[in-house]
Nanobody, 125 residues
Framework: QVHLAESGGGLVQAGGSLRLSCTIS????????LGWFRQAPGKEREFVAA?????????YYKDSVKGRFTVSRDNAKRTVSLDMNNLKPEDTAIYFC?????????????????WGQGTQVTVSS
């Protein structure tokens, strides 16, 4: 059974930083593409960032977070992290990590097999 657990959310002022981590137990971690998604109140879940399991751990980002967020994976520790800098009030959301395998688009939340329970990030102005 695969289980994902996020940590590191919280309340921060605009311009501040947070680091989210997601630990994955069970399954074959090195086969997973790993992504971060977020859902703000009244909005649909949206892609934020992802790191593949091939092509040198290629990374992908939502345009609005490029240059501010960095996604990384540690295969030995079975974790995926999201370093968030220069946070803005519009980054406020519940952040979810997910894991996927096989063909498809890593930015597509519908292609993910497993999800964590989410962690709240609140950025005050």
């Amino acid at each position: 059974q695969v289980h994902l657990a996020e940590s590191g959310g919280g309340l921060v002022q605009a311009g501040g930083s947070l680091r989210l981590s997601c630990t994955i137990s069970g399954g074959n971690f090195i086969n997973y593409g790993l992504g971060w998604f977020r859902q703000a109140p009244g909005k649909e879940r949206e892609f934020v960032a992802a790191v593949s399991n091939y092509d040198g751990d290629k990374t992908y980002y939502k345009d609005s977070v490029k240059g501010r967020f960095t996604v990384s994976r540690d295969n030995a520790k079975r974790t995926v992290s999201l370093d968030m800098n220069n946070l803005k009030p519009e980054d406020t959301a519940i952040y979810f990590c997910g894991a996927r395998e096989g063909p498809g688009f890593i930015q597509d939340g519908g292609s993910y097999l497993y999800w964590g329970q989410g962690t709240q990030v609140t950025v005050s102005s």
